[in-house]
């Protein structure tokens, strides 16, 4: 497997809406998610992102949540042969595109398990051409770990690291955004409160 700075990673479109999603419904907070695949079985220098889990809308740097949170998720994906392989996160400020510490820390912590595990940083600017379709590249900052061990945010090449699975992602996301659709996501954080609340979201997409 090569390193960080070779590798790609696809994010499926579900996976990448769900996270969007998540972020609008709570605008005014910072959120995070976790990133859920493998590595690719016909190509080692692609990490395959197939699903993702919204996670917090606050406290998002208490320990205790977070541990109970990863396991529950693990246990959940192994028996399709998935694990926790990122981290997704939206700062609390719309014009904030700095990845702060909660972030690394987190990060740092996913990377223990999973060593080429990036972080998504969700970038609000992009956002806003989504509606006049012209677009077609993530709203989302990639940024891996350099050979140091610190982050770094892919620079301007970086949408030919991070690959939307389906071209027609931010089209579908348009019409998701459009016709509200995040009113509908639950996260982590939701379940733990009512546990009749589902995190996987099972019928967001119907």
């Not at 972030?103 to 999973?114: L, Q, T």
Request: charged share 25%; with cysteine.
């Amino acid at each position: 497997m090569g390193s960080n700075g070779e590798l790609k990673y696809e994010i499926s479109q579900s996976a990448y809406i769900k996270l969007v999603l998540h972020s609008l419904r709570h605008k005014t907070a910072a959120v995070n998610g976790v990133l859920v695949g493998r590595i690719s079985p016909k190509d080692e220098g692609l990490v395959e992102i197939s699903d993702s889990v919204p996670l917090f809308h606050s406290n998002l740097a208490l320990l205790p949540p977070l541990e109970i949170s990863l396991i529950m998720i693990e246990e959940h994906y192994v028996a399709q042969g998935l694990s926790i392989v990122g981290y997704f996160h939206a700062n609390e400020r719309f014009d904030d595109v700095e990845l702060c510490g909660v972030a690394k820390n987190i990060g740092d912590h996913i990377s223990r398990y999973f060593p080429p595990a990036p972080i998504l940083l969700l970038n609000n600017k992009k956002l806003e051409p989504l509606s006049k379709g012209k677009d077609r590249s993530p709203v989302m900052q990639l940024c891996v770990k350099d050979g140091s061990k610190n982050w770094r945010v892919v620079g301007t090449d970086g949408g030919s690291k991070l690959l939307l699975k389906e071209p027609s992602a931010n089209v579908v996301l348009s019409d998701y955004i459009s016709s509200e659709k995040w009113k509908d996501v639950t996260d982590v954080d939701d379940h733990l409160d009512d546990i009749t609340k589902d995190w996987l979201n099972p019928g967001l997409f119907n």
